[in-house]
């Protein structure tokens, strides 16, 4: 993103407490969280653009989110720059923050008293201002600074309870793995199966039967000695939960076809250990069409399809978004689209596939830095390319601006997929997404 995007997706809250001297103060604040989910905050008074007065380290812990800690800075900074006796003889007081949310969310725009009320500006973030500055490098050093604070924001709370659930299910898991889900790298999540969104039922019974050996399989039958039981397939062989891919009769019918793809077929766990690579359980028809439309875009036959060659079909052209379209495409941000990650994008399109899993691509559409969030400055870049000159930067980044405060339900700063599908659940996004 370019230093002027970045700038233009920045906000400042200017607090304006009036009196009757000639000087202005100043409080530049800032929060921060490091990668160790320490959070921190703290606040600069100046008299005037150089002179400081007096700061604050406001150290939060692992009790804040990053929209908790601008807000504590704020908040902190103003309450001790009302009390402080240089306030007498200041003009004004203004409070700045670099977070747009938190401009929005404290832009009521009810006089604060008498004399003084809320104001909202914009401001540039990180463009060599020294109170910016000072106070993003000391909002670092309140993240390692000790506290005794134990009380977590409510959003805080709800994150480290996800975050202890999954690491829980993990610790589970890997005390608990079966020998052959280890040797199959078989994993476990808290979270439903990704697959469940692009695979029809045919396909995903194999693919998790296959994945838990829970079916009428061989072994089941012997361990608890039902004699009775079929326990062979119909071409002479054991119902093992490995055996539809060397099965010769099954394999015609709704086996994955391995030789398809690019790795080894004997590699049984590439298929049952990841999400991508389960995208090879289609029907051997659907496997076909796909190559064939594959190898029509793939003109000079390197096995991949590259931007130019992207390009050359009309409806992508024409597209405003076909670089965000072809970005999609690209998992590995490797230039080109191999076959795998052509089956992965055109899964969203399918009319086998869910609204959910239509929603998802979407929702990368506008997630430009693949974070899993979509943020203010991500959503301008992305309706930019839609609207182009028709709207001028001012009046669309008021668009956005509203988007994100009528979107983010949690006060985060950002959107994610759960809030994203609640602003679209009443458009026709799913169906537009949906070729015959």
């Known amino acids: 993103m370019t230093q002027c995007a970045t700038n233009r997706a920045t906000w400042a809250v200017l607090l304006v407490y009036k009196t ?66 240089i306030v007498k ?3 004004e007081l203004k409070i700045y923050l670099d977070n747009e949310e938190d401009a929005l969310r404290l832009h009521t725009g009810v006089t604060t008293s008498t004399t003084g009320k809320v104001i909202v500006r914009w401001v540039p973030s990180h463009s060599d201002i020294r109170g910016n500055e000072r106070a993003d490098a000391l909002a670092k050093i309140a993240c390692i600074t000790q506290t005794t604070r134990k009380q977590a924001s409510t959003t ?36 439903p199966p990704p697959e469940i969104g692009f695979m029809s039922r045919k396909n995903l019974g194999l693919l998790l039967a296959t994945r838990s050996a829970h079916r009428n399989f061989a072994m089941y039958h012997r361990r608890f000695k039902h004699t009775e039981a079929d326990m062979l397939c119909s071409c002479g062989q054991d119902r093992s939960p490995e055996h539809p891919f060397y099965c010769r009769k099954l394999r015609r019918r709704r086996a994955p076809r391995l030789s398809t793809f690019t790795r080894p077929s004997s590699d049984i766990k590439w298929i049952l ?27 000079d036959n390197s096995g991949t399809i590259e931007r130019d060659e992207f390009l050359s079909l009309p409806q992508i052209s ?23 990650e052509f089956v992965s994008g055109l899964s969203a399109f399918s009319s086998r596939g869910n609204k959910e899993q239509k929603l998802r691509f979407a929702f990368k559409v506008y997630d430009v830095d693949r974070d899993g969030y ?37 006060g985060d700063g950002k959107i994610s997929f759960e809030e994203f599908t609640k602003m679209v659940e009443n458009t026709d996004v799913s169906m537009s997404m949906t070729l015959g």
């Open 156 to 191: 805080r709370a709800r994150n480290l309870l996800d975050e202890r659930c999954e690491s829980g299910i993990t610790a589970y898991w890997h005390n608990k793995t079966p020998e052959r889900n280890k040797k199959l790298e078989i994993g476990m999540t808290g979270k």
């Open 89 to 91: 003889f200041a003009t």
């Open 318 to 340: 024409s597209n405003p978004l076909a670089t965000r379209l072809i970005a999609i495409f690209d998992e590995d941000g490797g230039g080109d689209v191999d076959f795998q």
């Open 20 to 85: 009757k001297s000639i000087a202005a103060l100043l409080c530049e604040t800032d929060g921060s969280v490091n990668k160790g989910g320490l959070a921190g905050a703290t606040y600069c008074i100046f008299r005037g653009p150089q002179s400081e007065v007096v700061h604050e380290l406001v150290p939060l812990g692992r009790t804040a989110e990053i929209y908790d800690a601008e807000i504590h800075g704020a908040l902190e900074g103003l309450r001790v720059a009302l009390k402080h006796v």
């Open 273 to 299: 250990s990841t999400v991508k690579d389960a995208k090879a359980f289609v029907d051997r028809d659907e496997v076909d069409r796909i190559r064939k439309r594959f190898m029509k875009l793939d003109k």
């Open 374 to 410: 979509i943020g203010n400055g991500e959503l301008f870049i992305v309706l930019k390319m839609m609207v182009g000159s028709n709207l001028k930067d001012q009046q669309l980044q008021q668009i956005v601006d509203k988007t994100m405060m009528e979107a983010d339900l949690d």
